[in-house]
């Protein structure tokens, strides 16, 4: 049949098991937002407030749930409102397509109203884009486009479409979608063989796991992993949710503001198995320390990531899940480092968890609405202190339902992600976690919370201050806070009932649960505002450039006693 290319858009995106794409119209996808609303019953559309939102929100969707999202936005200011959420998704491997409209061929490079070069632009930050110049190589590039971001390491792609494409006709017929087979062409016998025999070896092994691992849906796999070679398991930011955080094998975060355990516990293993991570500088830190007695096996989709921040050892190119699978077949027999394990649990009862100097409200906080909570929610953070305090004290984590910008670290990242999540997972609660500093950066999706009536819960940890640059500040810039004071006069809670949000207040004197439990029975969307001391920290802490092992502010029971 011969349609034009905005339908043949519509078309490949159903094809592909898209249900809902974020997006907000412009001149020059008049013609795209045409087909969406002849195909109204299905596709959904769902209208952010900002561009940046509808990245953010099909971030969330991708994260939460393993498929693609889906953002659409017109040429000019409206593709380059994308720039930070492609950024995002491509730090931290998230699966998305955005498509964006541009000028007609005829005008393209001629500084044409509303025209950039987005593909140029967004060249760093996709794992690859196209500028579709023929309606008939329209239908194979959106087909390759979702291939290319769900296979190996996944990561966003931009297709950029002239509006002269979009008007054209041409002839589509409906295919298959290519399947995505999980990387094993690389998987070499000799590097598990020497991978098995090096864990066989060890007495005192530890996993290091990233994100990858949840990328991968290997949890599973990695827990039974983990009882066979009798070993603790610490994760990055990205990671959480791979390992309950309950389990006794799960020492916490690893890094920067990661326990005490977690990077003590590094140093002194003699063998580190690092999977579906990326040695990120929050978590080495100083390198020439990181994990300085142990031999480092690297299991990683991605060849890139060998031997770029940390040399290692040992190289396992492959699929986590089926690397895993691998491995343990090379390990029939369970393993046994009872001493080992002794000392990580002798660790943990002498470093638990400090918190600030000032109070402990958010940690109090953070317990309260892990209390309240169902099983099946979704955690979606900003970025700062808040977002530490969720990783560190929040014991729901679970693979795809604890969300946070962990690689770019955006403010603004967590609204737009709970709505994507919400919208893709109508039946659970969603709460985002924020800053006051970070939501005043997409306050504006209210808008499009209060229009689909959206059950989010936001969460603003208030301190009226921009809190982890404070933080700094006071601890490193001899409390010179310069412009990290927000003083302005503003009420969350009136501004909520602006958009027709419930509001409420959260006092220091309140109990949160109370207030939280509230929250989660009234079944609509609430913006929270939770007052906390200005000063409150993030403990413990490695100040930039020292070991991991050198934290501040870290609780040691033994020295106490």
Same mark, same amino acid.
């Given at each position: 049949?011969?349609?034009?290319?905005?339908? @043949?858009?519509?078309?490949?995106?159903?094809?592909?098991?898209? =249900?809902?794409?974020?997006?907000?119209?412009?001149?020059?996808?008049?013609?795209?937002?045409?087909?969406?609303?002849?195909?109204?019953?299905?596709?959904?559309?769902?209208?952010?407030?900002?561009?940046?939102?509808?990245?953010?929100?099909?971030?969330?969707?991708?994260?939460?749930?393993?498929?693609?999202?889906?953002?659409?936005?017109?040429?000019?200011?409206?593709?380059?409102?994308?720039?930070?959420?492609?950024?995002?998704?491509?730090? =931290?491997?998230?699966?998305?397509?955005?498509?964006?409209?541009?000028?007609?061929?005829?005008?393209?490079?001629?500084?044409?109203?509303?025209?950039?070069?987005?593909?140029?632009?967004?060249?760093?930050?996709?794992?690859?884009?196209?500028?579709?110049?023929?309606?008939?190589? !329209?239908?194979?590039?959106?087909?390759?486009?979702?291939?290319?971001?769900?296979?190996?390491?996944?990561? &966003?792609?931009?297709?950029?479409?002239?509006?002269?494409?979009?008007?054209?006709?041409?002839?589509?017929?409906?295919?298959?979608?290519? +399947?995505?087979? &999980?990387?094993?062409?690389?998987?070499? #016998?000799?590097?598990?063989?020497?991978?098995?025999?090096?864990?066989?070896?060890?007495?005192?092994?530890?996993?290091?796991?990233?994100?990858?691992?949840?990328?991968?849906?290997?949890?599973?796999?990695?827990?039974?992993?983990?009882?066979? @070679?009798?070993?603790?398991?610490?994760?990055?930011?990205?990671? !959480?949710?791979?390992?309950?955080? #309950?389990?006794?094998?799960?020492?916490?975060?690893?890094?920067?503001?990661?326990?005490?355990?977690?990077?003590?516990?590094?140093?002194?293993?003699? !063998?580190?198995?690092?999977?579906?991570?990326?040695?990120? =500088?929050?978590?080495?830190?100083?390198?020439?320390?990181?994990?300085?007695?142990?031999?480092?096996?690297?299991?990683?989709?991605?060849?890139?990531?060998?031997?770029?921040?940390?040399?290692?050892?040992?190289?396992?190119?492959?699929?986590?899940?089926?690397?895993?699978?691998?491995?343990?077949?090379?390990?029939?027999?369970?393993?046994?480092?009872?001493?080992?394990?002794?000392?990580?649990?002798?660790?943990?009862?002498?470093?638990?968890?400090?918190?600030?100097?000032?109070?402990?409200?958010?940690?109090?906080?953070?317990?309260?609405?892990?209390?309240?909570?169902?099983?099946?929610?979704?955690?979606?953070?900003?970025?700062?202190?808040? %977002?530490?305090?969720?990783?560190?004290?929040?014991?729901?984590?679970?693979?795809?339902?604890?969300?946070?910008?962990?690689?770019?670290?955006?403010?603004?990242?967590?609204?737009?992600?709970?709505?994507?999540?919400?919208?893709?997972?109508?039946?659970?609660?969603?709460?985002?976690?924020?800053?006051?500093?970070?939501?005043?950066?997409?306050?504006?999706?209210?808008?499009?919370?209060?229009?689909?009536?959206?059950?989010?819960?936001?969460?603003?940890?208030?301190?009226?201050?921009?809190?982890?640059?404070? %933080?700094?500040?006071?601890?490193?810039?001899?409390?010179?806070?310069? +412009?990290?004071?927000?003083?302005?006069?503003?009420?969350?809670?009136?501004?909520?009932?602006?958009?027709?949000? +419930?509001?409420?207040?959260?006092? &220091?004197?309140?109990?949160?649960?109370?207030? !939280?439990?509230?929250?989660?029975?009234?079944?609509?969307?609430?913006?929270?505002?939770?007052? @906390?001391?200005?000063?409150?920290?993030?403990?413990?802490?490695?100040?930039?450039?020292?070991?991991?092992?050198?934290?501040?502010?870290?609780?040691?029971?033994?020295?106490?006693?």
């Amino acid at each position: 049949m011969k349609i034009t290319g905005a339908d @043949i858009i519509i078309e490949c995106l159903i094809e592909e098991g898209v =249900d809902t794409v974020f997006g907000y119209p412009g001149g020059q996808v008049i013609p795209l937002y045409d087909a969406i609303y002849r195909n109204k019953g299905r596709i959904r559309h769902i209208l952010t407030a900002h561009e940046q939102g509808a990245s953010h929100a099909a971030d969330g969707y991708a994260r939460s749930t393993g498929k693609p999202g889906v953002c659409i936005a017109t040429s000019g200011p409206g593709a380059t409102n994308l720039v930070t959420g492609l950024a995002t998704a491509y730090m =931290d491997s998230v699966p998305m397509v955005a498509i964006t409209g541009n000028v007609p061929m005829a005008l393209l490079g001629k500084d044409s109203f509303q025209e950039v070069d987005i593909a140029g632009i967004t060249l760093s930050i996709t794992k690859h884009n196209y500028i579709v110049k023929r309606v008939e190589d !329209l239908a194979s590039t959106i087909r390759e486009a979702f291939y290319i971001a769900k296979e190996g390491r996944p990561g &966003p792609v931009l297709i950029d479409v002239p509006k002269n494409v979009q008007e054209a006709v041409y002839e589509f017929e409906n295919a298959p979608v290519r +399947e995505v087979l &999980p990387v094993q062409s690389r998987l070499r #016998s000799k590097d598990l063989a020497a991978a098995a025999e090096l864990i066989k070896a060890s007495e005192r092994p530890m996993c290091y796991v990233g994100g990858g691992v949840i990328r991968s849906d290997a949890s599973a796999i990695l827990n039974e992993f983990l009882e066979r @070679i009798d070993a603790p398991v610490g994760s990055s930011l990205m990671g !959480l949710g791979a390992v309950s955080p #309950s389990s006794p094998r799960f020492t916490g975060m690893i890094g920067m503001h990661g326990t005490r355990l977690s990077n003590v516990s590094i140093n002194n293993c003699d !063998l580190l198995i690092v999977i579906g991570a990326r040695f990120s =500088d929050r978590v080495i830190s100083k390198s020439s320390t990181f994990a300085r007695q142990a031999r480092i096996i690297q299991i990683d989709v991605d060849p890139a990531e060998f031997n770029k921040n940390i040399m290692t050892e040992i190289h396992v190119v492959a699929d986590i899940k089926i690397a895993l699978e691998r491995l343990l077949e090379l390990l029939p027999e369970s393993l046994s480092h009872s001493e080992w394990m002794a000392e990580i649990a002798e660790k943990r009862a002498r470093f638990p968890m400090k918190v600030s100097t000032a109070s402990s409200r958010a940690k109090e906080i953070m317990e309260a609405l892990d209390s309240v909570l169902p099983e099946d929610s979704y955690v979606t953070t900003e970025v700062g202190q808040h %977002q530490m305090w969720a990783a560190q004290f929040l014991q729901k984590h679970r693979p795809r339902r604890f969300l946070t910008s962990g690689g770019l670290g955006t403010m603004g990242y967590g609204t737009g992600a709970s709505i994507g999540t919400q919208v893709s997972h109508p039946g659970s609660r969603v709460v985002n976690i924020a800053g006051d500093g970070s939501f005043r950066m997409n306050c504006n999706e209210l808008a499009t919370i209060a229009r689909y009536q959206l059950p989010i819960i936001i969460l603003v940890m208030n301190n009226h201050a921009l809190g982890m640059v404070r %933080q700094w500040q006071t601890l490193f810039y001899d409390h010179h806070y310069s +412009e990290t004071t927000l003083d302005t006069p503003l009420d969350w809670v009136t501004l909520a009932k602006a958009y027709g949000i +419930e509001g409420m207040r959260m006092l &220091p004197e309140d109990d949160p649960k109370e207030v !939280l439990e509230k929250a989660v029975k009234l079944g609509k969307a609430v913006v929270i505002d939770a007052v @906390i001391p200005t000063d409150d920290k993030v403990y413990p802490m490695v100040a930039p450039g020292a070991s991991i092992s050198d934290m501040i502010g870290y609780l040691d029971l033994e020295s106490l006693e």
